[in-house]
């Protein structure tokens, strides 16, 4: 069974930081592109970032641009998704999936979805 999982979300106050982890069972992520995406009450579901299988391009939403680092370990099976200088717009919850199509920000073209993550930033 294809399955991915979130985790390091939690509360933080704003400026701080947390690492979010994707992991993948039941399939290697080598030939994956992985995107997190979040999506905040009352708001639609946004495409956060982006990277490509072999971790050699990412993009990256320009609210989070210069703030959030994405990358993945294939070793690990994992992606991660830095998080700095977070900012109260920036609580929701988190999610990663993953598509063997090209490294974009739409979520249509994502195939498998994690349960999410969520990421409370307070003033």
């Known amino acids: 069974q294809l399955q991915l999982v979130e985790s390091g979300g939690g509360l933080v106050q704003a400026g701080g930081s947390l690492r979010l982890s994707c992991a993948a069972s039941g399939f290697t992520l080598d030939y994956y592109v992985i995107g997190w995406f979040r999506q905040a009450p009352g708001k639609e579901r946004e495409g956060v970032s982006c990277?490509?299988?072999?971790?050699?391009?990412?993009n990256y939403a320009g609210s989070v641009k210069g703030r959030f680092t994405i990358s993945r370990d294939n070793a690990k099976n994992t992606v991660y998704l830095q998080m700095n200088s977070l900012k109260p717009e920036d609580t929701a919850i988190y999610y990663c999936?993953?598509?063997?199509?090209?490294?974009?920000?739409?979520?249509?073209?994502?195939?498998?979805w994690g349960q999410g993550t969520q990421v409370t930033v307070s003033s």
């Open positions: 999936a993953a598509t063997k199509y090209v490294c974009v920000l739409p979520a249509a073209p994502y195939d498998y």
């Open positions: 990277i490509s299988s072999s971790g050699g391009s990412t």
